[in-house]
């Protein structure tokens, strides 16, 4: 099966500073998304990344705050914008098997975000 | 949009002893539900899935069974083990092919 990676594993910033998280796969898929997960709670989709055209976002994203990048079908970027604690959390990226969301969603190591 | 709980939030059970987990989800155009695991510091990764033309799917140990009518469907692990300890989540597609993970189940499986 195809490896995921991302970059970095884990950072501490300044609030009001950004952050570019990136997410490698190691062949070529058709959906990406990026989630959020906040320490001892359930995975929140932020957004689907589309190749070629502009994410879409959850309720409550906004791209703003949370901008995607997905410029070719290995790769994707999450931007968090303008940092403040509450933006502490862990940032997944998955992409499916099988081309829809109807299918196995395979997650990278995930992101740790510390904002203080 | 999808409401999708599951119960119990936390479980604790003795080593060798059966565990059931149930998720109910809202969206009646349900179509893939999936369940995931996720160990401490660990990414989540899929254990077992089913499709709605399905009633029940089981691989060795775990087992998924679905209802659609009643618009639930459930974990079960049999002869548990302590590597067995972790978050389960299920994460029902709906009908507007969007996923929504469930709050969770802690599983503690005490050796």
């Known amino acids: 099966s195809a490896v995921i990676s991302q970059k970095p594993s884990r950072d501490i910033c300044q609030r009001g500073t950004s952050l570019t998280i990136q997410c490698q796969v190691d062949s070529q898929v058709t959906m990406m998304f990026w989630y959020r997960q906040q320490p001892g709670q359930s995975l929140t989709l932020i957004a689907t990344?589309?190749?070629?055209?502009?994410?879409?976002?959850e309720s409550g994203f906004v791209i703003d705050k949370f901008p995607i990048s997905r410029p070719n079908l290995t790769f994707s970027t999450l931007t968090v914008s303008n940092m403040s604690p509450e933006d502490s959390s862990i940032y997944l990226c998955?992409?499916?098997?099988?081309?829809?969301?109807?299918?196995?969603?395979?997650f990278g190591p995930g992101t740790r975000l510390t904002v203080t | 949009g999808e409401n999708v709980e599951q119960h119990p939030s936390t479980l604790s059970v003795q080593e060798g002893d059966s565990a059931v987990i149930k998720c109910t989800y809202s969206?009646?155009?349900?179509?893939?539900f999936p369940w995931y695991k996720q160990e401490l510091g660990k990414r989540p990764q899929l254990i077992i899935d089913?499709?709605?033309?399905?009633g029940e799917k089981k691989d060795q140990r775990i087992a998924v069974t679905l209802n659609k009518t009643a618009k639930h469907f459930s974990l079960h692990i049999t002869e548990t083990q302590p590597e067995d300890s972790a978050v389960y989540f299920c994460a029902p597609v709906t009908g507007a092919n969007n996923l929504f993970f469930g709050t969770g189940t802690r599983l503690t499986v005490i050796p």
């Open positions: 990344a589309n190749q070629g055209s502009e994410a879409t976002y």
């Open positions: 969206d009646s155009a349900s179509n893939y």
């Open positions: 998955s992409f499916t098997a099988g081309g829809t969301i109807s299918y196995e969603q395979y």
């Open positions: 089913i499709r709605s033309n399905v």
